[in-house]
């Protein structure tokens, strides 16, 4: 019954989809403001609609109704409640509906928020946004639909993939989506203000929060995936380089560029048809990630089945391409950058190095990441491009990003003086080469990790300086309008954009802090009885017994180790194999020995017969850097949220 | 731009940032362990692809196939084997499919020039764009300020940017 | 290199992507079943003891075409095939084919179990210890079976289940 609710909503969020298109088509052509309001109020219903569908199918899998054949295959009775709740986005599906309900409370808040304000374009955006709806809502109830029965109904489910049956499966997926589908916003803008030809930097303006939130989430999104992967896959390491993974980074890469590269138009009015490209090519990107990673045509880790939606996906992107582009190329005469009388170094030109090197970026994990396709089609080859083709490529670009990310603060608009430019960079870079000379010869490492160090601790020398001085030129030289000095702690949140942009860069430095112990990284593996003790680095692993216990659903089988640190209190910890009632191979679960500087990452191979067990180690410094950078994105992207531009302050259009 | 008391805080400031990014590094450099061959082992078969599981190495998989992977490079080592002439013997059983990286050699070097290409060409347009904007756009000299003007500009900062 | 250049750059990128997705999602191979390096060479020798103790080499069996089968007894697509390569084996034998099955990454029991359970009948026989049979012919999953010519050279591999035509072809050709 509630099911059947849920596939009829769907089914009226898809008339709703269609029937706001044209009505906002009839409205701007008829210029009638009635039907364009019309064509608004629709997408609200259409997005209570897919949230009742949405919702229905939560329930389907609360109550286990494996009468829908999407229950059966992705849930089972034994399954915890909470993972009964996220088992929703488990697979494709339901994932799609997810996509689909974030796309339409998007949507909702574009007509809530913009009421009074961007009427000369809202009508041509929601009619980009509600394009995107109906491709989505026809996938849903033509070729992916979640609500399908199956007769005759099976008394248990297939069980949820023991993989997702973790915490990363509740904030990796929604997080990543968050960020995919939010710059479908700045998109539909974009193309909105093409459409209506309306081509000044309202769109850039507008959507600046909406492209921050976005990056942060499909940042969020893929550091989350990399913590699951590290602590799932159980095999040290955080990022593999996996099409699917390199389809999340590339829209990140391009979202990132896009970041920054608007700020030379609000600032300068420059590089307006880059802008359009890069935002562009940030949406057909996180399409195409979605294509790659459901259509199957690339191997991968993800064990999503193979569907049969890729045509329509393919289609979707072809159009979307062609239609974007071109209007691009009708309009660019119209999109005329100021002419820039600039200096070499300035920020105008590092921010064009800055897209330069991420446009690199992402041309080689989408050529690397499609290669052995061409291989085989160009060459009849069948070739393997994995993470040593892209860390031999990707390295190299990260470093000069880097250093470029630490100069930028040094540079102005428009022209910088060279002599304390000089100045500013001799020490910062003079630093970082004895710094990392000293670390690189004392702990023998090779030259890679002397080049990332030093870009790490350049570009993390200027930032902290340059936050310093930011609060102190508030709280020392500046004076509130009252001519009080501001206080310390008011200094603190002065100055937002600049903070927020230095606390992310700030974690952009930790992140590479944290790739720099990649280059430190041991391993070992050993067999050894109950009672027996084995050494490795700083630690000593004592084998205490054999674990066996019942957790939820799944029955571990594990050892229980102490670890020894010579001046520290010995730790308990217990990597085991745990046993899903519905897989029939065991999974891996990794114990980790967190220290502020390093993981002792443990994992079980085997338990033998004869009562020993056989453990992989490894030691993986600067680990935890990656994750704390999370931390930093956050609250830097709340400095970054909470500045208004000056020229939306008092604006309303 | 700073009185001296400040500069001083600030270079102590970039003392300490200097000593922190020392300290942070120190604990990594533990002593390697003394086991060459696994080393050896482990890295020859990060090298491999798992023909099983495929999105991981040979190193990084328990799978039955790379298990004897790993033992036959254990094996062919003891026997003096050089890594070139283990990943060999491995691309005549399986292909080049087996490398995780592709030899540069024939056909692969598409995929390795072609960053590099775009890197060479965009870098050459950009730079040849950016000096002939300086050279065409010189800007006129500017007269340094004097110190009158300088408290005046430094006012009229503080009065607008109290955001 | 004027704005024209550029778009002009930019679309050709876009249909290139475009190109090979379609190519991928249409013509290419499942990215996961990886051809044999080995067609059209010479078949690695091996010598093998089966399961009942006979010794058996691939150069002693020069001048008749070879079904090489690999095989585990935890593996589900080998019971599948595992009546289709006996009834093969029954009628091919005696017309001059040899067919053996090479148990992989399995414990000696297993095997047996599951060479009673299936009743085979063909050359039976572990793998050594270090597994270097599969690894000579490159075997990437079980069941791989590879078709070896009278002359001792590799036809062809298939991967998964093998099924009847395929070795009635192969054979009928070859005797």
Same mark, same amino acid.
């Given at each position: 019954?509630?099911?059947?609710?849920?596939?009829?909503?769907?089914?009226?969020?898809?008339?709703?989809?269609?029937?706001?298109?044209?009505?906002?088509?009839?409205?701007?052509?008829?210029?009638?403001?009635?039907?364009?309001?019309?064509?608004?109020?629709?997408?609200?219903?259409?997005?209570? !609609?897919?949230?009742?569908?949405?919702?229905?199918?939560?329930?389907?899998?609360?109550?286990?109704?494996?009468?829908?054949?999407?229950?059966?295959?992705?849930?089972?009775?034994?399954?915890?409640?909470?993972?009964?709740?996220?088992?929703?986005?488990?697979?494709?599906?339901?994932?799609?509906?997810?996509?689909?309900?974030?796309?339409?409370?998007?949507?909702?808040?574009?007509?809530?928020?913009?009421?009074?304000?961007?009427?000369?374009?809202?009508?041509?955006?929601?009619?980009?946004?509600?394009?995107?709806?109906?491709?989505?809502?026809?996938?849903?109830?033509?070729?992916?639909?979640?609500?399908?029965?199956?007769?005759?109904?099976?008394?248990?489910?297939?069980?949820?993939?023991?993989?997702?049956?973790?915490?990363?499966?509740?904030?990796?997926?929604?997080?990543?989506?968050?960020?995919?589908?939010?710059?479908?916003?700045?998109?539909?803008?974009?193309?909105?203000?093409?459409?209506?030809?309306?081509?000044?930097?309202?769109?850039?303006?507008?959507?600046?929060?909406?492209?921050?939130?976005?990056?942060?989430?499909?940042?969020?999104?893929?550091?989350?995936?990399?913590?699951?992967?590290?602590?799932?896959?159980?095999?040290?390491?955080?990022?593999?380089?996996?099409?699917?993974?390199?389809?999340?980074? !590339?829209?990140?890469?391009?979202?990132?560029?896009?970041?920054?590269?608007?700020?030379?138009?609000?600032?300068?009015?420059?590089?307006?048809?880059?802008?359009?490209?890069?935002?562009?090519?940030?949406?057909?990107?996180?399409?195409?990630?979605?294509?790659?990673?459901?259509?199957?045509?690339?191997?991968?880790?993800?064990?999503?089945?193979?569907?049969?939606?890729?045509?329509?996906?393919?289609?979707?992107?072809?159009?979307?391409?062609?239609?974007?582009?071109?209007?691009?190329?009708?309009?660019?005469?119209?999109?005329?950058?100021?002419?820039?009388?600039?200096?070499?170094?300035?920020?105008?030109?590092?921010?064009?190095?800055?897209?330069?090197?991420?446009?690199? !970026?992402?041309?080689?994990?989408?050529?690397?990441?499609?290669?052995?396709?061409?291989?085989?089609? #160009?060459?009849?080859?069948?070739?393997?491009?994995? +993470?040593?083709?892209?860390?031999?490529?990707?390295?190299?670009?990260?470093?000069?990003?880097?250093?470029?990310?630490?100069?930028?603060?040094?540079?102005?608009?428009?022209?910088?003086?060279?002599?304390?430019?000089?100045?500013?960079?001799?020490?910062?870079?003079?630093?970082?080469?004895?710094?990392?000379?000293?670390?690189?010869?004392?702990?023998?490492?090779?030259?890679?990790?002397?080049?990332?160090?030093?870009?790490?601790?350049?570009?993390?020398?200027?930032?902290?300086?340059?936050?310093?001085?930011?609060?102190?030129?508030?709280?020392?030289?500046?004076?509130?309008?009252?001519?009080?000095?501001?206080?310390?702690?008011?200094?603190?949140?002065?100055?937002?954009?600049?903070?927020?942009?230095?606390?992310?860069?700030?974690?952009?430095?930790?992140?590479?802090?944290?790739?720099?112990?990649?280059?430190?990284?041991?391993?070992?593996?050993?067999?050894?009885?109950?009672?027996?003790?084995?050494?490795?680095?700083?630690? &000593?692993?004592?084998?205490?017994?054999?674990?066996?216990?019942?957790?939820?659903?799944?029955?571990?089988?594990?050892?229980?180790?102490?670890?020894?640190?010579?001046?520290?209190?010995?730790?308990?910890? &217990?990597?085991?194999?745990?046993?899903?009632? &519905?897989?029939?191979?065991?999974?891996?679960?990794?114990?980790?020995?967190?220290?502020?500087?390093?993981?002792?990452?443990?994992?079980?191979?085997?338990?033998?017969?004869?009562?020993?067990?056989?453990?992989?180690?490894?030691?993986?410094?600067?680990?935890?850097?990656?994750?704390?950078? !999370?931390?930093?994105?956050?609250?830097?992207?709340?400095?970054?949220?909470?500045?208004?531009?000056?020229?939306?302050?008092?604006?309303?259009? | 731009?700073?009185?001296?008391?400040?500069?001083?805080?600030?270079?102590?400031?970039?003392?300490?940032?200097?000593?922190?990014?020392?300290?942070?590094?120190?604990?990594?450099?533990?002593?390697?362990?003394?086991?060459?061959?696994?080393?050896?082992?482990?890295?020859?078969?990060?090298?491999?692809?798992?023909?099983?599981?495929?999105?991981?190495?040979?190193?990084?998989?328990?799978?039955?196939?790379?298990?004897?992977?790993?033992?036959?490079?254990?094996?062919?080592?003891? +026997?003096?084997?050089? @890594?070139?002439?283990?990943?060999?013997?491995?691309?005549?059983?399986?292909?080049?499919?087996?490398?995780?990286?592709?030899?540069?050699?024939?056909?692969?070097?598409?995929?390795?020039?072609?960053? #590099?290409?775009?890197?060479?060409?965009?870098?050459?347009?950009?730079?040849?764009?950016?000096?002939?904007?300086?050279?065409?756009?010189?800007?006129?000299?500017?007269?340094?300020?004097?110190?009158?003007?300088?408290?005046?500009?430094?006012?009229?900062?503080?009065?607008?940017?109290?955001? | 290199?004027?704005?024209?250049?550029?778009?002009?750059?930019?679309?050709?990128?876009?249909?290139?992507?475009?190109?090979?997705?379609?190519?991928?999602?249409?013509?290419?191979?499942?990215?996961?079943?990886?051809?044999?390096?080995?067609?059209?060479?010479?078949?690695? +020798?091996?010598?093998?003891?089966?399961?009942?103790?006979?010794?058996?080499?691939?150069?002693?069996?020069?001048?008749?075409?070879?079904?090489?089968?690999?095989?585990?007894?935890?593996?589900?697509?080998?019971?599948? @095939?595992?009546?289709?390569?006996?009834?093969?084996?029954?009628?091919?034998?005696?017309?001059?084919?040899?067919?053996?099955?090479?148990?992989?990454?399995?414990?000696?029991?297993?095997?047996?179990?599951?060479?009673?359970?299936?009743?085979?009948?063909?050359?039976?026989?572990?793998?050594?210890?270090?597994?270097?049979?599969?690894?000579?012919?490159?075997?990437?999953?079980?069941?791989?079976?590879?078709?070896?010519?009278?002359?001792?050279?590799?036809?062809?591999?298939?991967?998964?289940?093998?099924?009847?035509?395929?070795?009635?072809?192969?054979?009928? +050709?070859? #005797?």
């Amino acid at each position: 019954m509630i099911v059947d609710i849920g596939y009829y909503a769907m089914l009226a969020a898809m008339a709703l989809a269609f029937y706001s298109i044209i009505a906002t088509i009839l409205g701007i052509s008829k210029n009638n403001q009635n039907l364009i309001q019309s064509g608004k109020n629709s997408l609200l219903i259409m997005f209570l !609609m897919v949230l009742a569908a949405y919702l229905s199918l939560t329930y389907a899998f609360a109550s286990d109704d494996f009468s829908v054949r999407f229950v059966a295959m992705h849930s089972s009775t034994d399954l915890p409640f909470y993972y009964k709740l996220t088992a929703v986005w488990g697979g494709m599906q339901g994932s799609l509906l997810l996509w689909q309900m974030i796309l339409g409370f998007f949507t909702a808040v574009v007509v809530m928020r913009y009421r009074t304000t961007n009427h000369e374009i809202l009508p041509h955006t929601m009619l980009v946004l509600s394009l995107i709806s109906l491709f989505l809502l026809f996938l849903l109830v033509g070729w992916s639909n979640p609500f399908t029965r199956i007769f005759p109904v099976p008394a248990e489910g297939r069980g949820l993939n023991p993989l997702l049956q973790n915490p990363g499966m509740v904030y990796h997926p929604p997080s990543l989506y968050l960020g995919y589908v939010g710059f479908s916003v700045p998109f539909a803008f974009a193309l909105g203000s093409l459409l209506r030809g309306k081509l000044d930097n309202n769109w850039i303006l507008t959507t600046r929060r909406w492209t921050l939130f976005s990056w942060f989430f499909l940042t969020l999104g893929i550091l989350l995936g990399a913590n699951w992967a590290y602590i799932e896959l159980g095999w040290g390491g955080y990022w593999a380089w996996d099409p699917v993974e390199n389809a999340s980074l !590339m829209p990140w890469l391009t979202g990132t560029a896009f970041l920054h590269s608007v700020i030379v138009q609000e600032k300068r009015n420059g590089l307006k048809i880059w802008n359009m490209v890069l935002i562009f090519s940030t949406f057909l990107l996180s399409i195409l990630g979605t294509f790659i990673t459901r259509s199957g045509v690339l191997g991968s880790v993800h064990a999503f089945s193979r569907s049969n939606i890729g045509p329509a996906f393919l289609v979707f992107i072809a159009v979307v391409f062609v239609f974007s582009f071109s209007l691009l190329m009708y309009r660019q005469s119209r999109l005329v950058s100021e002419s820039r009388s600039v200096s070499f170094f300035c920020k105008e030109n590092s921010f064009l190095l800055n897209n330069i090197v991420f446009l690199v !970026m992402t041309f080689t994990v989408l050529y690397g990441t499609v290669f052995p396709l061409l291989a085989e089609g #160009l060459a009849d080859k069948k070739l393997s491009i994995q +993470a040593p083709f892209f860390n031999s490529i990707m390295t190299p670009l990260a470093i000069v990003m880097i250093i470029l990310m630490g100069v930028t603060h040094l540079l102005g608009w428009k022209k910088t003086s060279t002599g304390p430019l000089i100045k500013n960079l001799a020490v910062p870079l003079l630093i970082a080469i004895v710094v990392m000379l000293l670390l690189t010869i004392t702990a023998g490492a090779s030259w890679q990790f002397f080049l990332l160090g030093l870009a790490a601790v350049f570009a993390g020398y200027i930032v902290i300086i340059e936050f310093v001085r930011s609060t102190r030129i508030r709280s020392g030289h500046r004076q509130e309008s009252d001519g009080a000095k501001p206080s310390f702690l008011r200094s603190i949140i002065l100055d937002k954009r600049r903070k927020g942009g230095l606390i992310i860069h700030l974690g952009i430095v930790f992140f590479a802090i944290g790739t720099c112990g990649n280059f430190f990284n041991q391993e070992t593996s050993f067999t050894f009885a109950v009672g027996e003790s084995k050494t490795f680095g700083r630690y &000593t692993l004592v084998f205490q017994k054999i674990d066996r216990f019942q957790e939820r659903n799944v029955r571990n089988e594990g050892i229980a180790i102490e670890v020894r640190q010579t001046g520290k209190t010995s730790r308990k910890i &217990t990597p085991v194999k745990s046993f899903y009632p &519905t897989s029939p191979q065991p999974m891996t679960e990794v114990a980790i020995h967190r220290t502020l500087l390093e993981d002792l990452y443990v994992s079980l191979s085997s338990i033998n017969q004869d009562g020993t067990a056989t453990v992989v180690v490894y030691i993986n410094p600067m680990v935890n850097f990656i994750w704390a950078s !999370m931390v930093l994105f956050l609250i830097g992207i709340l400095y970054s949220l909470s500045y208004k531009p000056a020229q939306l302050r008092n604006v309303k259009t | 731009m700073f009185a001296a008391p400040n500069r001083l805080r600030m270079n102590a400031v970039r003392i300490i940032l200097a000593l922190l990014t020392l300290t942070i590094f120190l604990p990594t450099s533990s002593i390697l362990l003394g086991e060459d061959l696994e080393d050896q082992v482990r890295d020859i078969s990060h090298k491999l692809r798992c023909p099983t599981c495929q999105a991981m190495s040979v190193k990084e998989s328990e799978a039955g196939l790379s298990l004897n992977m790993k033992n036959k490079v254990r094996e062919m080592l003891e +026997a003096g084997s050089s @890594e070139e002439e283990i990943l060999e013997f491995f691309v005549e059983r399986y292909g080049e499919w087996i490398l995780r990286e592709p030899p540069k050699k024939g056909f692969n070097l598409v995929l390795w020039l072609a960053p #590099l290409i775009l890197i060479l060409v965009i870098g050459f347009i950009v730079i040849r764009t950016l000096l002939r904007k300086t050279r065409t756009q010189k800007t006129p000299p500017v007269t340094p300020l004097t110190a009158e003007e300088q408290t005046k500009i430094e006012k009229d900062l503080n009065r607008f940017q109290s955001d | 290199m004027n704005r024209k250049t550029y778009f002009a750059l930019g679309i050709l990128l876009g249909c290139g992507i475009l190109v090979t997705m379609i190519y991928g999602l249409f013509f290419a191979s499942i990215p996961n079943e990886i051809p044999s390096a080995q067609i059209g060479k010479k078949a690695h +020798a091996f010598s093998i003891t089966t399961f009942s103790g006979q010794p058996v080499t691939l150069e002693g069996l020069k001048g008749k075409p070879v079904i090489l089968n690999f095989w585990a007894s935890w593996c589900v697509a080998c019971r599948q @095939e595992a009546h289709i390569l006996e009834r093969a084996h029954q009628r091919y034998t005696p017309q001059g084919a040899v067919f053996i099955g090479i148990a992989i990454n399995d414990t000696r029991e297993a095997s047996l179990a599951f060479i009673r359970r299936f009743g085979k009948t063909y050359l039976l026989a572990p793998d050594d210890k270090t597994g270097s049979i599969s690894l000579d012919y490159g075997v990437t999953a079980v069941p791989e079976t590879f078709l070896i010519d009278k002359q001792g050279f590799i036809v062809k591999k298939v991967l998964g289940a093998v099924d009847r035509p395929t070795i009635e072809d192969f054979l009928n +050709a070859q #005797l």
